[in-house]
């Protein structure tokens, strides 16, 4: 198994640990619990690792990464995605571009708040 999918086997198991439904694209029911993490989801940008919804609506983005990636330097990537909803889902989104961003290795775990005017 390649480093970075055992980020996301790791990331999977945190995400269902903290109570969210952790689905694949193809089996995707986003009424089947308040809060959803969809597999390898499509965007116009590009393919997220999870993207995140909360009662049925976008509301961030999950990129995995290899330990000991350096995961400032992915920020980049998830705001792309963040911006990159398809023309169905962002009229629903919670906010665009979508507020939530997160890099992970399964080990350590970046966060950004795109609302945030000062991030540290």
Do not use: C
């Amino acid at each position: 198994m390649k480093p970075e999918e055992q980020a996301r086997e790791q990331i999977d198991e945190q995400l269902q640990a903290a109570g969210w439904a952790v689905q694949a694209r193809d089996d995707t029911n986003l009424g089947a619990a308040r809060g959803v993490a969809v597999a390898e989801f499509p965007l116009t940008t590009g393919f997220a690792d999870h993207m995140l919804f909360v009662d049925r609506r976008p509301i961030g983005v999950v990129e995995a990464k290899a330990v000991g990636k350096t995961l400032s330097g992915v920020e980049g990537q998830t705001a792309k995605y963040s911006t990159g909803l398809p023309d169905l889902l962002r009229d629903n989104a919670w906010h665009t571009p979508l507020p939530f961003l997160y890099q992970s290795t399964g080990v350590e775990t970046f966060f950004t708040d795109v609302r945030d005017p000062e991030p540290p």
